[in-house]
């Protein structure tokens, strides 16, 4: 597609239940990148995919939280028994190479109730 | 590690007046540096990037940064500004083939009429 899409752009979700957020990249880039952003604050690394590559999980908060991605297309970021602190604003991003810079995606507004 | 600095939340400045906001960066190798900006309740939108070419970038929107390999900055600038820049403003540094950017925490910049 022309630019990144996210699904759904917002979602209330009750404490303790599991929720998934979708992440359509441009066709053809190679890496995938999710981050969180909380109210007010920067953004937080989650995930990165590269490829075929093993993904960086090292910005992943608590075991709660994991992503997939297949091949170099959909990823899913899925968190479970949501806790209130989850509230933010999930980004999603893709890119070719790394000086292109990264294209963003609108985000999935989440609140945890 | 690259990090990213940016100083002071939120930048307040009027209308037709200089927007300056700082980036200042640590690395040992050459990076690529990047600017992007988020207007509200929308995702990043790249502003402008340095990927080793001319050190001073022009970007959309009027914008331009130079980067300052002694001082370890890529510091942005705006010579008047509008009503339309009220957004949120952030620096963010990749290494030499490495595709993660790291970001700063961002700058909210609010135009006084």
């Known amino acids: 597609g022309a630019g990144v899409s996210q699904s759904p752009s917002n979602k209330v979700t009750e404490k303790g239940k599991d929720v998934e957020l979708r992440c359509d990249p441009i066709?053809?880039?190679?890496?995938l990148y999710w981050y969180r952003q909380r109210l007010g604050q920067g953004l937080e690394f989650l995930i990165y995919?590269?490829?075929?590559?093993?993904?960086?999980k090292s910005g992943l908060p608590s075991d709660r939280f994991s992503a997939e991605r297949t091949g170099e297309s959909v990823s899913t970021l899925t968190i479970q028994r949501t806790q209130q602190e989850d509230s933010a604003v999930y980004l999603c991003?893709?890119?070719?190479?790394?000086?292109?810079?990264?294209?963003f995606g609108s985000g999935t507004r989440l609140t945890v109730v | 590690a690259q990090s990213v600095t940016q100083l002071g939340s939120h930048v307040s400045v009027s209308e037709g007046a200089l927007v300056l906001l700082r980036c200042n960066y640590s690395?040992?190798?050459?990076?690529?540096l990047f600017w992007y900006v988020q207007y509200p309740n929308q995702g990043l939108q790249l502003l402008l990037k340095?990927?080793?070419?001319?050190?001073l970038v022009k970007g959309i929107n009027g914008f331009e940064a130079e980067f300052k390999k002694s001082e370890t900055s890529f510091h942005l600038t705006k010579p008047s500004a509008h009503m339309s820049d009220a957004a949120e403003y952030f620096c963010?540094?990749?290494?030499?083939?490495?595709?993660?950017?790291?970001f700063g925490k961002g700058n909210q910049v609010v135009v006084i009429p």
């Open positions: 066709s053809g880039h190679t890496a």
């Open positions: 991003a893709s890119s070719l190479r790394a000086d292109y810079g990264y294209t």
């Open positions: 340095y990927t080793s070419a001319a050190t």
């Open positions: 995919f590269q490829g075929n590559s093993a993904p960086d």
């Open positions: 690395s040992s190798v050459p990076p690529y």
């Open positions: 963010a540094v990749s290494l030499y083939g490495n595709n993660r950017l790291a």
